[in-house]
T-cell receptor, first 114, second 107 residues
Framework: DAGVIQSPRHEVTEMGQEVTLRCKPI?????LFWYRQTMMRGLELLIY????????DSGMPEDRFSAKMPNASFSTLKIQPSEPRDSAVYFC????????????FGPGTRLTVL | AQRVTQPEKLLSVFKGAPVELKCNYS??????LFWYVQYSRQRLQLLLR?????SIKGFTADLNKGETSFHLKKPFAQEEDSAMYYC?????????WGAGTKLIIKP
C-alpha cells in the first residue's frame, strides 16, 4: 500500500480562485481527517469523516471551506474563494475507526495563495 | 476541557546530551497519550503510545497521572532525532494535539 495519497503536492493560486485538494485514504480505513498546519497555529483538525459521513466539521474555518467524501476511497477539501490567509500545509490522514488514534498521514499539500 | 500543552516551541541540545520534550494534558477521564514525529520532508507518523510502553528509536515516555504529564525522553540525542514532535491526547473519536516542539540536535 502506498499509504495515504494526496494531490496536488504543491498548489500556487491567486486570491479569489477555487482550490480543490484531494485525498485517497489507505484501503480499508474507514476514518478520514483533514488537517491544516501553519507556523502560528500548528496542527488544526478541520473535519473528520467516519464511514464517509462527516462527524465533526467544527474546525472548518468558514463557509469558504467545504469537504466531501463521496466514497470510501476518495475525499476532497475545497476552498472557494481562496484568500492569502489560507496559505498552509493541508494534511489528510486515515485510520481504522476501532483505533482512530493511530492515524496515518499523507505527505500534505502545500498551498500558497497570492 | 481537554487540552494538550507543549510549553517549548523549540528545543536545541547537543548530540549525546539527554533530551526531554515536555507534554502536559488536561482530561477528565482515563487518558490515552501519544507522541507523533515529523522528520524533515517526511510524513507525520506515530512514534509511540503510552499503553504500549515501548522504547522507539531510544525514546520513552511515561504517563504520570499525578502530574498530568507525558514527557518524551531520550538519554543520548542523535542528529537524526532532529524533527518536529507533537504530543496528542486520544479523545472520543479524535486526537487533541499539542502545538508541537521543534527539536534541533546540534553536532
Amino acid at each position: 500500500d502506498a499509504g495515504v495519497i494526496q494531490s496536488p503536492r504543491h498548489e500556487v493560486t491567486e486570491m479569489g480562485q477555487e482550490v480543490t485538494l484531494r485525498c485517497k485514504p489507505i484501503s480499508g480505513h474507514n476514518s478520514l481527517f483533514w488537517y491544516r498546519q501553519t507556523m502560528m497555529r500548528g496542527l488544526e483538525l478541520l473535519i473528520y469523516f467516519n464511514n464517509n459521513v462527516p462527524i465533526d466539521d467544527s474546525g472548518m474555518p468558514e463557509d469558504r471551506f467545504s469537504a466531501k467524501m463521496p466514497n470510501a476511497s476518495f475525499s476532497t477539501l475545497k476552498i472557494q474563494p481562496s484568500e492569502p490567509r489560507d496559505s498552509a500545509v493541508y494534511f489528510c490522514a486515515s485510520s481504522f475507526s476501532r483505533d482512530v488514534n493511530e492515524q496515518f498521514f499523507g505527505p500534505g499539500t502545500r498551498l500558497t495563495v497570492l | 476541557a481537554q487540552r494538550v500543552t507543549q510549553p517549548e516551541k523549540l528545543l536545541s541540545v547537543f548530540k549525546g546530551a539527554p533530551v526531554e520534550l515536555k507534554c502536559n494534558y488536561s482530561y477528565s477521564g482515563s487518558p490515552e497519550l501519544f507522541w507523533y514525529v515529523q522528520y524533515s520532508r517526511q510524513r507525520l507518523q506515530l512514534l509511540l503510545r503510552h499503553i504500549s510502553r515501548e522504547s522507539i528509536k531510544g525514546f520513552t515516555a511515561d504517563l504520570n497521572k499525578g502530574e498530568t504529564s507525558f514527557h518524551l525522553k531520550k538519554p543520548f540525542a542523535q542528529e537524526e532525532d532532529s524533527a518536529m514532535y507533537y504530543c496528542a491526547l486520544g479523545g472520543n473519536y479524535q486526537l487533541i494535539w499539542g502545538a508541537g516542539t521543534k527539536l534541533i540536535i546540534k553536532p
